[in-house]
């Protein structure tokens, strides 16, 4: 007889992950395409020496480099396994059954996940026409059971990113006894005008009910090490503590993330090459076209409606491997300029016209 589950689990989304084969371009992940720094390799290689202790659970030396770098109290920053793990904690300390966790659609595919896990019930608000989170919406359908707001900036898959400004008037909206999660793991890649940047972290200096989140996973390059961490209030983030899954963020991760925060500049330098192929990409397909959002991103957001799941399998099958989401829309990384290119040629030669005209006929 097979065990028993609990039965809501039929109803929670598996988490898909982006798809990989040999010899196909994979703009799939949102990943950087350039290998760790040789002192980033380093330290991993060193850490690897003490494999066999457990490392030190709370990560202290990693959590007070953070907090050295941004101004803030060792004791407001927390870090975890990526920081997807981070988003479930916060679900975890905030939510019982029944209680609303609220959050823009389409947006991250682990807010409804760790929704669900907790018991909790998804409010979701649709973007706007635009691909935008739509904050006053979102500040309109708080509830008394709302105990949770993620608003993930710049939008994941959308790449759109609201400014300082419009997050300020919304947190004043937003009853302080809930909490806002910030999710920034795309921080680095936006070019805002000065004055407006988003930043979850200044904004959570004033505001205790403000969690932001940011990751070593994208522009840092440690996707496979899994470290992220979170940033606000230390009673709040005190609590992560009662829920973290113990020595989840490993020794190599710790000494990868170290490492990382001590070549900042020479990471970041990277994300301007993005940043300039972001805008190529999404000039050639509005050249072509098809309608794209501005991007604060490393991936451009083709609204492609129920022409997505074709428009993937086209681009596969001329070895480019994106990603479709439902009857939405396709999120395509920023890659190298060749893999770039290779996707450009896919989606704008002749025989992809009919998806540029889908797009700008929505
Ligand atoms: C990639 C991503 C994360 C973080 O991923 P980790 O690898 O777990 O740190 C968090 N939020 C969003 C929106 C992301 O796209």
């Given at each position: 007889m097979t065990a028993r589950i609990?039965?809501?689990?039929?109803?929670i989304p598996l988490y898909v992950p982006g798809r990989d084969f040999p010899g196909a371009y994979k703009l799939a992940s949102n990943e950087t395409t350039l290998g760790p720094l040789p002192s980033v390799a380093k330290a991993v290689a060193e850490a690897v020496e003490l494999a066999h202790r457990y490392p030190d659970n709370r990560s202290t030396e990693l959590v007070a480099a953070l907090a050295e770098a941004l101004d803030v109290p060792a004791e407001g920053v927390s870090a975890g396994c990526g920081s997807v793990a981070i988003c479930q904690e916060l679900a975890q300390i905030t939510c019982v059954a029944g209680d609303e966790v609220l959050y823009a659609w389409r947006s991250f595919e682990m807010y409804p996940i760790v929704t669900q896990v907790v018991g909790a019930t998804a409010v979701t608000v649709p973007l706007t026409e635009g691909h935008v989170h739509d904050l006053d919406a979102i500040a309109a359908a708080v509830t008394d059971r709302t105990r949770l707001i993620f608003i993930c900036n710049p939008n994941n898959p959308t790449g759109t990113a609201v400014g300082q400004r419009a997050l300020e008037s919304f947190l004043d909206r937003v009853p302080p006894h809930i909490l806002v999660v910030l999710?920034?793991?795309?921080?680095?890649y936006q070019r805002f005008p000065e004055g407006d940047r988003p930043d979850g972290v200044e904004l959570g200096r004033t505001r205790p009910n403000v969690v932001t989140l940011r990751t070593f996973s994208k522009a840092y390059g440690l996707a496979s090490i899994r470290v992220g961490y979170a940033v606000g209030d230390p009673a709040v983030i005190a609590n992560l503590g009662k829920v973290h899954v113990p020595f989840s963020v490993s020794r190599v991760a710790q000494a990868a993330a170290i490492a990382s925060l001590q070549s900042q500049a020479e990471l970041l330098e990277r994300t301007d090459a993005v940043v300039a192929e972001r805008v190529r990409v999404r000039d050639a397909l509005v050249g072509a076209g098809y309608d794209v959002p501005p991007s604060e991103a490393n991936f451009v957001w083709l609204p492609l409606g129920s022409q997505s799941a074709d428009f993937s399998a086209a681009s596969a099958a001329a070895g480019v491997l994106v990603r479709p989401y439902g009857v939405d829309g396709v999120r395509v990384t920023v890659g190298d300029p060749h893999e770039n290119d290779a996707f450009l040629e896919f989606a704008t030669n002749a025989a992809s016209r009919r998806f540029a005209d889908v797009s700008a006929n929505r």
């Open positions: 609990r039965p809501d689990l039929a109803s999710d920034e793991a795309y921080f680095e």
